[in-house]
């Protein structure tokens, strides 16, 4: 029998950030502890040991960094902590996270899609990415945020640049850029002290937090410039790819995109599949505190490991027929937004964002197709999606109509 080409799975390769998935496979059936020596990483990519060791953050810590390079592991960020740090944290930021909260913000979101959108009818072509995908959860964060209207082109230009960043060495432009939106948050964080409002840093400026000895304390600025600048980064780019990878989606399986067009209550199946098909954050790292050893190979203690959940959505092992997108597949096991101590807080807003963002489009246009050649993918350290998405759009007879209502 002949050997199969040599397996490497290098996240920065080109045509691996075009399409993963084939390597995926690979992984799992011929490695599903692989070690990538000049990255110097190990990767689970099987969906039970991906679910396991999310699950056991004692021995896969993040508190080295998530990333390949870990260089965010020197950042007061809540991701790369572990308890019981990481628990008195997270306690401060998931109040603002409440059921009631997030469903009221749903008429400001569905105004601000039909304000970005409005503007584009009578195009022919537009720049889905640019004109909607990115600005619609840059609103919504800012919104929750309170960031003033002047400042937020400027945020998302300088939140562009610092995600491109991501996964190599930064260009000095987008170093700046780091700078520069770090010195700009933590300034309004300190703006807010002395005029507080109704958003959510004001309200975490008066929340008493857990000092770890019994009693509470309140959070300092530093504290609050923090949780800006995480609140602003992860609400952002995560959930502009997520509406770009799910309008590929459909794009793709115009069977189903058929179905929810004539049935917008399947939006909510569209959202959960497109996080499954293609999701956002496609590996979350972590390092060993001890020795492991998987499927017969030993990762030592002190290791980078990818806990992959990009290839685990797609194991066959657990979602028969992964490459189809299947708007009638059970999804209550999915892992697109991580799992345990460090589950996504804001997987609630995001899939109400993307929910309303799929509604507002395709009420406008049912029809729309890609650009030849109009899809570009960013490579984003562990995120996917696109960075160009250039739409050719028919609008629908009529005035345009609310799908769900
Ligand atoms: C489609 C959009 C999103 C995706 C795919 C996503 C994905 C993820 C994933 C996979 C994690 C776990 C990281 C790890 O285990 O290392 C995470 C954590 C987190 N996400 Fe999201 N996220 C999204 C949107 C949001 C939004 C809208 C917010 C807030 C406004 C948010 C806030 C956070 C925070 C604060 C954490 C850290 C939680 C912790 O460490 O305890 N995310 N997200």
Redesign the pocket.
């Known amino acids: 029998m002949r050997a199969g080409p040599e397996l490497v799975y290098d996240p920065y390769d080109a045509a691996i950030v075009h399409n993963p998935f084939p390597v995926y496979a690979r992984l799992r059936d011929e490695a599903p502890v692989y070690r990538n020596e000049q990255l110097e990483f190990y990767a689970l990519s099987r969906y039970a040991d991906v679910v396991e060791a999310?699950l056991d953050y004692e021995t896969f810590s993040?508190a080295k960094g998530?990333t390949i390079e870990g260089d965010e592991a020197a950042t007061p960020l809540?991701?790369v902590k572990d308890p019981p740090e990481?628990t008195l944290h997270?306690r401060i930021?998931a109040p603002l996270f409440t059921p009631r909260r997030i469903s009221a913000l749903e008429p400001f979101i569905r105004q601000t899609a039909a304000e970005l959108l409005d503007p584009l009818a009578g195009l022919d072509t537009f720049e889905f990415v640019d004109e909607f995908a990115i600005r619609l959860?840059m609103h919504v964060?800012s919104e929750?945020l309170d960031i003033p209207l002047e400042l937020r082109d400027e945020i998302v230009h300088l939140a562009g640049l610092v995600a491109s960043g991501l996964g190599r060495d930064a260009s000095p432009e987008e170093a700046v850029a780091a700078k520069g939106l770090t010195v700009l948050l933590v300034e309004l964080a300190s703006q807010r002290r002395r005029q507080p409002g109704s958003d959510l840093v004001s309200l975490l400026m008066t929340t008493p937090v857990d000092d770890g000895a019994g009693g509470t304390r309140m959070p300092g600025d530093a504290e609050l410039g923090t949780r800006f600048l995480?609140?602003a980064f992860?609400?952002h780019e995560?959930?502009a790819k997520?509406i770009s990878n799910a309008i590929i989606a459909l794009k793709w399986h115009p069977d189903e995109r058929s179905r929810v067009v004539a049935d917008p209550g399947l939006l909510p199946k569209a959202v959960e599949e497109a996080?499954r098909w293609d999701?956002?954050?496609h590996y979350?790292g972590r390092t060993t505190t001890r020795e492991v050893t998987l499927h017969g190979v030993t990762i030592p203690a002190d290791h980078r490991v990818l806990l992959m959940?990009g290839a685990a959505l797609h194991d066959a092992r657990e979602f028969p027929d992964p490459e189809r997108y299947d708007l009638d597949r059970p999804l209550e096991r999915h892992v697109?937004?991580?799992l345990g101590?460090?589950?996504?807080?804001?997987?609630s807003?995001?899939r109400m964002e993307?929910r309303v963002a799929l509604e507002e489009f395709l009420t406008r246009y049912a029809d729309w197709e890609l650009v030849e050649g109009g899809a570009v993918r960013a490579l984003q350290g562990n995120l996917r999606g696109l960075k160009q998405l250039q739409v050719s759009v028919t609008p629908r007879a009529g005035r345009p109509q609310t799908l769900s209502r």
């Open positions: 999310h993040s998530v809540l991701i990481h997270r930021v959860p964060i929750l995480e609140l992860a609400g995560t959930v997520l996080l999701p956002p954050s979350q959940t697109g937004f991580g101590r460090h589950m996504c807080l804001g997987s807003l995001a993307t």
